[in-house]
């Protein structure tokens, strides 16, 4: 109903029209989406157009790798990333030694090198392929720091989150911490880490079809942007549709 009023005004063609086009536009754009999110119980970011993920990629760099090229995490990998995207997920796991270092699950392109979970120095000499540089969080953060081009996605193992957020929170200044995105799975560990007040951007793991049923969860604990299984994008999905007219920023992954 909105459009069609909206069409018979802009068919006068009157001087106000024309005028105050681009303004009556994007009046009746916004009443329309207020209605469609009342009829079906949806929520809307008014301040949606000024916020940086309505204009962040849909395409993020798994595992800080370079499409196969590149060890997944190393600093080489990252530096070949940042070339190309936008968003670079890292991968943070500890070592037997507790110390927070980028990896996944220790393995390199699917090639187990350590039999055990190794210490922070075995893992700095033989963490990475051949001529390419492990890195430790602390380093991550002190090649990084200064970096303006890229935001970071930061996925942990299982049962280290709280630890990670607490040392990104210590060793990280506002900007570089306003440019990481903390993934988490789970509502419990969302409530957590929304909690600590510091992370600006808190990223979401799931079933596109779970992210739909719990939009007002996720907006309430600055959830920005989630990220879904690739066969579930479709253009027609209801879910999806339902995700994005939310204002949360749905990413895919580059798988390397």
């Not at 916004?30 to 000024?50: A, G, H, P, V």
């Not at 270092?101 to 000499?125: N, Y």
């Not at 090649?143 to 957020?165: P, R, T, W």
């Not at 979401?204 to 309430?220: D, P």
Request: hydrophobic share 40%; charged share 25%; net charge negative.
């Amino acid at each position: 109903m909105v459009w069609i009023i909206l069409s018979l005004f802009m068919l006068e063609n009157t001087l106000l029209a024309v005028k105050y086009r681009a303004k009556i536009i994007k009046l009746f754009r916004y009443l329309s989406l207020r209605i469609d999110n009342d009829r079906n119980e949806r929520i809307q970011i008014e301040d949606e157009d000024n916020a940086w993920y309505s204009t962040a990629p849909t395409l993020i760099l798994h595992g800080g790798g370079y499409n196969g090229h590149r060890y997944n995490n190393s600093k080489e990998g990252i530096d070949a990333g940042i070339k190309k995207y936008s968003v670079i997920e890292i991968d943070v796991g500890i070592t037997s030694d507790n110390v927070l270092v980028l990896t996944h699950r220790f393995e390199p392109d699917d090639e187990i090198i350590f039999d055990s979970k190794p210490t922070l120095d075995e893992f700095m000499k033989n963490g990475a392929l051949e001529g390419e540089t492990p890195l430790s969080l602390k380093q991550f953060v002190n090649f990084y720091n200064e970096n303006d081009s890229v935001y970071f996605l930061v996925d942990c193992a299982h049962g280290i989150e709280m630890k990670v957020a607490s040392e990104l929170v210590k060793i990280c200044d506002e900007k570089f911490l306003d440019r990481l995105i903390f993934q988490v799975h789970g509502i419990e560990l969302l409530k957590k880490i929304s909690n600590m007040k510091r992370f600006k951007n808190i990223h979401y793991n799931g079933t596109l079809n779970e992210i739909s049923q719990m939009l007002h969860v996720l907006r309430e604990n600055n959830i920005h942007t989630c990220s879904v299984m690739d066969r579930e994008i479709a253009p027609e999905n209801p879910a999806l549709i339902c995700v994005k007219e939310s204002g949360i920023h749905i990413f895919s992954y580059v798988v390397n």
